[in-house]
């Protein structure tokens, strides 16, 4: 299973960076549930996964995604960020 390297916004380096394994057939959906086991992030919260300025689409195949943008695990990060979902 290919690992990607992944940062969330709003922590320190140390603490929002982490290496993933994400299924090669894994769509951005299934990649957010296990980035979103990974950071303990609250089902309360709404996440997105960035890469390059590009939001990742949740049905899109997340490998399929990051080969046509050219991802390099060996420098390449991809962004978290995480908001609180509206509501009453």
């Known amino acids: 299973m ?3 390297t992944f940062r969330m916004m709003g922590l320190p380096p140390k ?3 982490k290496k993933i394994a994400i299924p090669a057939k ?3 959906g299934d990649a957010k549930k296990l980035v ?3 950071y303990k992030i609250s089902d309360r919260l709404v ?3 960035v890469f ?3 939001p990742i689409r949740d049905r899109e195949v997340f490998s399929k995604f990051l080969d046509k943008m050219k991802y390099n695990a060996k420098k390449d990060t991809i962004t ?3 908001q609180q ?3 009453r």
Do not use: F
Request: glycine share 16%; aromatic share 4%; net charge positive.
């Open 80 to 82: 978290v960020i995480s």
């Open 36 to 38: 979103r086991r990974q």
């Open 26 to 28: 894994a769509t951005c």
């Open 15 to 17: 603490q929002g960076t």
């Open 85 to 87: 979902a509206g509501g």
């Open 52 to 54: 390059k300025g590009h």
């Open 47 to 49: 996440i997105q996964l």
């Open 2 to 4: 290919p690992e990607y």
